[in-house]
């Protein structure tokens, strides 16, 4: 199923009926509590006995709600990496929300002047480039995982190919700067390749294994089956 392009980026004032009316008429108070405003999808963990606890709702109740957003695509998850890891991994999945409108409007951001001067831009970047990534044409061959350490090694997205494992690291930064735990996380998972996607259009490498492309460059790439390459 591919994936489609947040409502924000087309007409501003019917995106946020749209949303507005989704928010309020279709989301009803209890999901809107567990929806929160789009932040607890694209943190590292998402926790159901925490959102539980804050809320008042078991966590069986949670993790159905989960249940139907995913099948009705509004979220998506990606499952911890852990095969042959033998560090302490966090195993809660990272969850997204698909469609990057919905968090936008639940923050009422109707503008991309807007956007651009919340605290939620990264996150947001981040759960778009994924869903660009994962929601495109199916590849079978092509499983997108998360990864985190209780030590602090994180990888946003790991693709596992029929060529290896390929890390994806998502900055919203012209100047993108991985982090230590980011270089961990390769080294721990032997991974073949390494991009890190930029809203930028160069592409420059970072290190003899990890370069700096746009989400253009990795979808090109995705498309050409030269993913390791």
Request: hydrophobic content about 35%; aromatic content about 10%.
């Amino acid at each position: 199923m591919k994936s489609q392009p947040s409502r924000l980026t087309m007409d501003p004032c019917r995106s946020a009926m749209r949303y507005s009316k989704l928010g309020n008429q279709y989301l009803g108070p209890a999901i809107r509590a567990i929806l929160g405003d789009g932040r607890t999808f694209t943190r590292a963990g998402w926790n159901a006995s925490k959102i539980a606890a804050n809320f008042g709702f078991s966590a069986a109740t949670v993790k159905r709600y989960l249940s139907l957003f995913e099948s009705c695509y509004m979220i998506r998850q990606l499952p911890p990496y852990s095969a042959n890891v033998k560090k302490r991994l966090v195993k809660t999945p990272k969850v997204y929300i698909r469609d990057s409108g919905l968090p936008h409007a639940l923050l009422r951001i109707n503008s991309f002047d807007r956007l651009m001067g919340n605290p939620i831009l990264g996150a947001s970047y981040e759960g778009w480039v994924i869903e660009q990534i994962c929601g495109g044409e199916a590849n079978t061959e092509i499983t997108p995982y998360s990864y985190r350490t209780h030590a602090g090694a994180e990888i946003d997205l790991v693709l596992n190919t029929p060529s290896g494992l390929v890390a994806i690291e998502i900055k919203r930064s012209l100047a993108p700067k991985p982090t230590k735990g980011f270089y961990s996380a390769l080294e721990e998972l032997n991974c073949v390749q390494a991009y890190v996607v930029y809203p930028g259009t160069d592409e420059y490498k970072l290190n003899q294994n990890t370069s700096a492309v746009s989400l253009a460059h990795i979808l090109s790439l995705l498309r050409g089956g030269s993913l390791c390459v």
